[in-house]
């Protein structure tokens, strides 16, 4: 599925993902390939995402993702705050 992440300022990520574990309100969740349509306001906290593939750091790599010292393919992205829409194996998720 897709993942794209956008601040007011830049878009921080977008690839491939295997899944994706946010905060909402009322704690975390996860969303996986073929979940059904959802929005979702999410607070303040970490968004973790399993990639496709090993994430390798470039000059556009964004300073909000830290990769995972045990995991190749898992990112974290702190955040103060947002929306999540999932449609279709594509996720957009809005954050502060």
């Known amino acids: 599925m897709h993942l794209e992440i956008i601040t007011p300022e830049t878009k921080i990520f977008a690839g491939e993902v295997e899944a994706v574990q946010l905060p909402g309100l009322d704690g975390l ?3 996986l ?3 059904a ?3 979702s306001a999410l ?6 995402v399993d990639l496709s593939s090993p994430f390798e750091r470039n000059e556009k790599s964004s300073e909000m993702i ?3 010292q045990k995991d190749s393919k898992v990112i974290h992205i702190s955040i103060n705050g947002g929306v ?3 449609q279709n194996d594509k996720i957009v ?3 502060e």
């Open 33 to 35: 390939k073929g979940h």
């Open 93 to 95: 998720l809005l954050a």
């Open 66 to 68: 830290q990769g995972d």
């Open 37 to 39: 349509p959802i929005i």
């Open 43 to 48: 607070g303040k906290g970490k968004v973790k």
């Open 29 to 31: 969740f996860q969303v």
């Open 84 to 86: 999540l829409e999932m």
